[in-house]
């Protein structure tokens, strides 16, 4: 039995479309129209996961905690090619957080709370016990994050001195950015290929990017208290502010991608997802789907009452907006106990229907497509059809169902 079964972290492959999610599945996250989201991995009440990355080949890693303080309790967890968990490495310490790969040689780097307020960083090997631990530090405090570039160099950030520390190969440690005391939840960081540290400083509000060369930019003055972050290879940059996870284009403009839950750290996954770690240590998925952009809104009719035969005008009227992909024409349609009663195109939905069917509850699906039939919505609205005590028919609906 491994230790990801006897510790029992929930992974799970449930696709949350638009945050509806099944039940019993805690996923409080919700993404923006043209994303869809998925939970990869749930930690129990007495486990947390820290911190996550990608290593050199592509798998997902993290460090995972536990309430127990019991040193092996604790270890570095990762997720399988087929989706299911696995153990990294087991050391046999207190509580790892920040982690790291040091691309030059594969090997994991990670910091441990250690005695007092100082963390002590260390490296280990895939499969790697106590036995390999290598410690290259121990005079850091109450880190927050840590990255690599692809000369060997490590940044890391010490939010008690305020401070992002550069270690060189040779392990020489400077100050590469900051060095004012107490610096609250401090500075969050990620690197690009080109070595352009990326880093948040949550006390000013910004965004900042630093060259190989050491030239600090600001990159955006418009966050509150910027947390954790995350940089792709077309340079859009994800930002964690309070509840809600925001992209940074290179043009400068800011879109809300996810909200409803405060992610602590973020990873640009070699899938070109995005991987979000919530502090109710919740791994989510959140990859571009442009079949999300399609949505049907506002799928509503207006109650009727009429002769069993009605005349003209004597109909009852539906409507509904359809959002659809930039770009994209759209049809639909509305198909009552399985009979199509009205179609068109275009995404205003103007509809008349006779009511004519038999007394109960009736399924009045609303179906939209794109041109391209590549994309599909559904909606459900639900009729009540009641033949009066005056032999008229009487036509009422019942709140919206979801998809």
Known sequence: MTRFMRTGLVVLSTVCSLAVCPPGLRAELLVAPGYALEVVAQAPPWLWIADLTFSPAGRLVYSVGAASRVPCDSYIGMIEDDGTPGVFAEPCIDNPISVAFKEMTGELLFFAEGAGYSDYLYSIPFGGTNADLALLARTFVLNRDLVADTQGNLFLADIYRGAIFKIDPYSRVTIFAGGTSNQGDGFHLDIDANDVLYFTDAVAGNVYTITPGGQMSLLTAAFEAPNAIAVDPEHMVYVSDGLTVYTLSPAGEIATLATGEKVTALADGPDGAIYALTIGSTIYRIVADPCGALAIEDFHGEPARFNPLPLAGQRVHLAATILAPADQPVS???????????????????????????????????????QDGACQAEKTLQAAIEWQDDCRLAVSFLPDVAP
């Open 332 to 370: 639909w349609s509305l198909v009552v106990n399985g009979q199509t009663v009205a179609a068109g195109t275009g995404p205003e939905v103007q509809a008349a229907w006779d009511g004519r069917i038999g007394e109960g509850v009736h399924d009045l699906v609303l179906t939209a497509t794109t």
